[in-house]
């Protein structure tokens, strides 16, 4: 049995993290280091590393990552005033866990590019 992602750990309650959302095939639960005044991480409970590893078989997990997020962002209050999704792949694109989530930042205006 591989060793368990930090956000599986989360996933089975191992580690404390403050949890907005849950449902069958997602977690939500906030940045422990918050970008953004609203900054939520959207998380599938299946294992995937990356988007780069997602498969066509994960097609339909991915736009429930989506839709949970926007759903997300609307219970906080921010989808009028507006956010931002992530997804960093990789060594350059900034991955640092390597378990798929996308950050959900909102709550002030966001630069744009990013760094
Ligand atoms: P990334 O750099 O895209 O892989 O994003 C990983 C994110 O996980 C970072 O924004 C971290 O601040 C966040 N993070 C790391 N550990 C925890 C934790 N225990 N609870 C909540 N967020 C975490």
Same mark, same amino acid.
């Given at each position: ?5 930090l956000? #599986?750990?989360i996933?089975? $309650?191992?580690?404390? =993290?403050? +949890? ?9 639960? $906030?940045?422990?280091?918050?970008? =953004?005044?609203? @900054?939520?991480?959207? &998380?599938?409970?299946? =294992? +995937? ?6 498969s066509?078989?994960?097609a339909r ?10 759903? &997300? ?9 507006g956010? $931002?999704l &992530? +997804?960093?792949n990789? $060594?350059?694109?900034? #991955?640092? &866990?390597?378990?798929? @989530?996308? @950050? ?6 966001l ?5």
């Open positions: 049995m591989p060793e368990k992602t956000f #599986e750990k996933r089975d $309650r191992e580690i404390p =993290a403050d +949890i907005v959302h849950e449902d069958d095939h997602c977690l939500a639960f $906030r940045d422990i280091s918050p970008q =953004a005044p609203l @900054h939520i991480l959207v &998380v599938p409970k299946k =294992a +995937i590393p990356r988007i780069a590893s997602a066509e078989d994960d997990l991915l736009g429930s990552l989506l839709i949970a997020a926007a759903a &997300v962002a609307a219970k906080h209050g921010i989808a009028d005033s956010f $931002r &992530v +997804i960093n990789g $060594r350059d694109g900034g #991955e640092t &866990v390597p378990h798929l @989530h996308i @950050h959900l930042l909102g709550g002030r205006p630069d744009w590019p990013p760094g």
